[in-house]
């Protein structure tokens, strides 16, 4: 009887309450259409079974509505897990597609990072991986390197060479093999005749011919205004550290600086650079003429010569327009450079960039009856020398690029 009263109060409060009454009646429901839940969920089974028990008449109601709220509620969990699921599927696709892409975009960054590493000339990742392409590649039957082989370098040969780059970034070492090679210019072949200097005039013994032949050439080619007993002057030549300090303080002191180096980093300490200048008959040191700086721009290069710091290439070289500053650097490099409106630091660049043995073609350029074939083989800092592929046999130069590496020259 309580439990009919309890049950009665309820359907009276139920029809008070239609909130109340959706509650209530739902619930025997529940437990008795889906006694499988009550497994699952103890804490619901546990505290149905008095309700159900409470309400016996009530199982034989069919309340429509009341039976659709609760597959609606059951409906919606399992729409909540189903959701869940398929987010959980979407975030798993997600991650996956999105490793893939790092993994597939991770070769780019490589690849650009590479590009950047090689600007800069001391890069030993840059260096390693090029210097294990070069050795790795074998000449191939027929290919223009066939027959070469590798001749090894001390990696202290990178500051040595008709190719060496002095300038504001990279010192000069003034290694040994410099030195037994400078000689005085006073009482050389045309000393007298075409050209005068002080004995204290010195230049590296391997650029002399050439320039002999260039200034000897210039004097006939320029008769009008080096005949009448004005002579060329080589103003300077080799300078030793000492002497650049000297004359980098006076520079500085008179704010001319921008034509002059810091002690270490001028080209002149190399013996393969100089200056010219007319001495007068009158005894009278000036600039080159007209005519005389128009035919040595012109034909310099053809001796080997370029003009080192022209106007254009300030901004790179860092040094202000030197017309009178002649560079020996060999008479492909010189025609190659001056053909192709480059500075000495471009050509390094570009041999280094763009012609590196194993890695491009070789710069191929035809002078005359010769032909030349140039490339650069990167210093290999993993050891203390380097395998420099070079021709087995003919004639070849290897000359460092005080910077990072070697230039090898074949005449064929
Ligand atoms: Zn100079």
Same mark, same amino acid.
């Given at each position: 009887?309580?439990?009919?009263?309890?049950?009665?109060?309820?359907?009276?409060?139920?029809?008070?309450?239609? !909130?109340y009454?959706? #509650?209530?009646?739902? +619930? =025997? $429901?529940?437990? *008795?259409? @889906? /006694?499988? %839940?009550? &497994? !699952?969920?103890?804490? #619901?089974?546990?505290? +149905? =079974? $008095?309700?159900s *028990?409470? @309400? /016996?008449? %009530?199982? &034989?109601?069919?309340?429509?509505?009341?039976?659709?709220?609760?597959?609606?509620?059951?409906?919606?969990?399992?729409?909540?897990?189903?959701?869940?699921?398929?987010?959980?599927?979407?975030?798993?696709?997600?991650?996956?597609?999105?490793?893939i892409?790092?993994?597939?975009?991770?070769?780019?960054?490589?690849?650009?990072?590479?590009?950047?590493?090689?600007?800069?000339?001391?890069?030993?990742?840059?260096?390693e991986?090029?210097?294990?392409?070069?050795?790795?590649?074998?000449?191939?039957?027929?290919?223009?390197?066939?027959?070469?082989?590798?001749?090894?370098?001390?990696?202290?040969?990178?500051?040595?060479?008709?190719?060496?780059?002095?300038?504001?970034?990279?010192?000069?070492?003034?290694?040994?093999?410099?030195?037994?090679?400078?000689i005085?210019?006073?009482?050389?072949?045309?000393?007298?005749?075409?050209?005068?200097?002080?004995?204290?005039?010195?230049?590296?013994?391997?650029?002399?011919?050439?320039l002999?032949?260039?200034?000897?050439?210039?004097?006939?080619?320029?008769?009008?205004?080096?005949?009448?007993?004005?002579?060329?002057?080589?103003?300077?030549?080799?300078?030793?550290?000492?002497?650049?300090?000297?004359?980098?303080?006076?520079?500085?002191?008179?704010?001319?600086?921008?034509?002059?180096?810091?002690?270490?980093?001028?080209?002149?300490?190399?013996?393969?650079?100089?200056?010219?200048?007319?001495?007068?008959?009158?005894?009278?040191?000036?600039?080159?003429?007209?005519?005389?700086?128009?035919?040595?721009?012109?034909?310099?290069?053809?001796?080997?010569?370029?003009?080192?710091?022209?106007?254009?290439?300030?901004?790179?070289?860092?040094?202000?327009?030197?017309?009178?500053?002649?560079?020996?650097?060999?008479?492909?490099?010189?025609?190659?450079?001056?053909?192709?409106?480059?500075?000495?630091?471009?050509?390094?660049?570009?041999?280094?960039?763009?012609?590196?043995?194993?890695?491009?073609?070789?710069?191929?350029?035809?002078?005359?009856?010769?032909?030349?074939?140039?490339?650069?083989?990167?210093?290999?800092?993993?050891?203390?020398?380097?395998a420099v592929?070079?021709?087995?046999?003919?004639?070849?130069?290897?000359?460092?690029?005080?910077?990072?590496?070697?230039?090898?020259?074949?005449t064929?």
């Open positions: 009887m309580n439990n009919n009263d309890s049950n009665f109060n309820r359907q009276n409060r139920n029809t008070q309450n239609p !909130s009454q959706q #509650q209530s009646s739902n +619930r =025997p $429901q529940q437990s *008795g259409n @889906r /006694p499988q %839940q009550g &497994g !699952s969920r103890p804490q #619901q089974g546990g505290s +149905r =079974p $008095q309700q *028990g409470a @309400r /016996p008449p %009530q199982k &034989g109601k069919p309340p429509k509505k009341k039976v659709r709220f609760h597959p609606n509620k059951d409906g919606i969990m399992a729409i909540i897990a189903l959701l869940l699921g398929v987010i959980l599927v979407i975030t798993i696709i997600v991650c996956v597609v999105k490793a892409s790092d993994a597939v975009s991770s070769d780019k960054p490589t690849t650009e990072s590479y590009i950047t590493t090689s600007d800069t000339l001391d890069s030993s990742t840059t260096t991986s090029t210097t294990t392409a070069f050795v790795t590649t074998a000449p191939q039957a027929g290919a223009w390197n066939e027959g070469y082989v590798l001749q090894n370098y001390s990696n202290t040969k990178v500051g040595e060479g008709d190719l060496v780059l002095v300038n504001y970034e990279y010192e000069y070492s003034f290694p040994s093999s410099m030195e037994k090679k400078i005085s210019m006073y009482g050389q072949t045309g000393h007298g005749t075409s050209y005068v200097l002080g004995s204290n005039i010195k230049l590296n013994t391997t650029i002399v011919p050439s002999v032949k260039m200034l000897d050439d210039m004097k006939e080619a320029n008769a009008d205004t080096l005949s009448n007993g004005d002579k060329l002057l080589i103003s300077s030549g080799h300078r030793t550290l000492e002497y650049q300090q000297e004359l980098y303080d006076k520079a500085v002191a008179s704010g001319t600086e921008g034509y002059s180096a810091k002690a270490g980093y001028s080209e002149h300490h190399t013996g393969l650079a100089l200056d010219l200048k007319i001495y007068t008959s009158k005894g009278a040191t000036i600039d080159l003429r007209a005519n005389e700086q128009d035919w040595l721009t012109s034909n310099c290069a053809n001796y080997g010569f370029i003009i080192r710091y022209p106007s254009e290439k300030t901004d790179i070289t860092q040094i202000l327009e030197e017309s009178w500053h002649f560079r020996y650097i060999g008479v492909p490099h010189a025609q190659y450079i001056t053909e192709n409106g480059l500075c000495l630091e471009e050509y390094i660049e570009l041999l280094r960039e763009e012609h590196t043995y194993g890695k491009a073609e070789p710069l191929k350029y035809t002078s005359g009856d010769n032909e030349y074939i140039i490339y650069f083989v990167p210093a290999n800092e993993a050891e203390s020398s380097t592929p070079v021709p087995a046999s003919g004639k070849y130069t290897v000359s460092g690029n005080n910077a990072d590496g070697f230039i090898v020259t074949v064929k």
